[in-house]
């Protein structure tokens, strides 16, 4: 007999979770086992269907200030972003975005330390796959991590030159001067919506 089902707790561990999403399981003992796909089947894929992603906007545990990356690859290439990545099949978000944070800067976070700020959409122009004239329709599970000094350079180092320009690595958003490169508007709604949550004491 399987487990009862339940309603799990809301993302992160504010109540900035509740503005977000609830996640339901059917049956706990249920494991699911995500297949890989070859090049053709992932761009098919994103010619089909909305592509679910994690990022994460990097903040100065000391100043508060936010920190992006410039993209290379794309889409959005040559603008500054968030660090994240898709979610596999079965794989709950806080999880999905510490393994991904992971990937993308080495370091190896407890999911504790993501707050949950916003879910947003997207829908990109173009993207790396082919045809690259394609594009891209994406719902971004979107949280915050506060790192230390020493964690922002680990991160900064350890970027993928192939998805990023690494030379550049992590940049405070406030030295990024918008004459010259452009800042996707939701970086700073999601960074209004973590300092908002700051002054009311949420966090």
Not at 69 to 93: L, N, S, T
Not at 134 to 148: K, N, R
Request: proline share 7%; with cysteine.
């Amino acid at each position: 007999m399987s487990k009862p089902r339940f309603l799990a707790q809301p993302l992160g561990k504010s109540p900035l979770g509740a503005f977000g999403l609830d996640l339901w399981v059917e049956d706990l003992d249920f494991e699911a086992k995500p297949t890989p796909m070859d090049d053709a089947a992932y761009s098919q894929a994103l010619s089909s269907m909305v592509l679910v992603c994690n990022d994460t906007l990097i903040i100065d545990a000391k100043s508060k200030e936010p920190f992006v990356a410039r993209r290379r690859a794309k889409p959005m290439q040559d603008q500054w972003w968030y660090i994240g990545g898709r979610r596999r099949f079965g794989e709950v978000p806080l999880r999905s975005m510490a393994r991904s944070f992971k990937r993308e800067t080495s370091l190896d976070l407890p999911e504790r330390r993501f707050l949950f700020l916003a879910t947003y959409e997207y829908i990109f122009k173009d993207r790396q796959q082919k045809p690259q004239s394609g594009g891209t329709h994406t719902l971004s599970h979107t949280f915050a991590v506060e790192l230390d000094p020493n964690e922002i350079e680990v991160a900064s180092g350890a970027l993928d030159p192939k998805e990023y320009y690494a030379e550049q690595g992590l940049r405070p958003l406030d030295s990024i001067d918008p004459r010259h490169h452009e800042v996707h508007p939701f970086i700073f709604d999601a960074w209004e919506r973590y300092m908002s949550a700051r002054k009311r004491g949420l966090l």
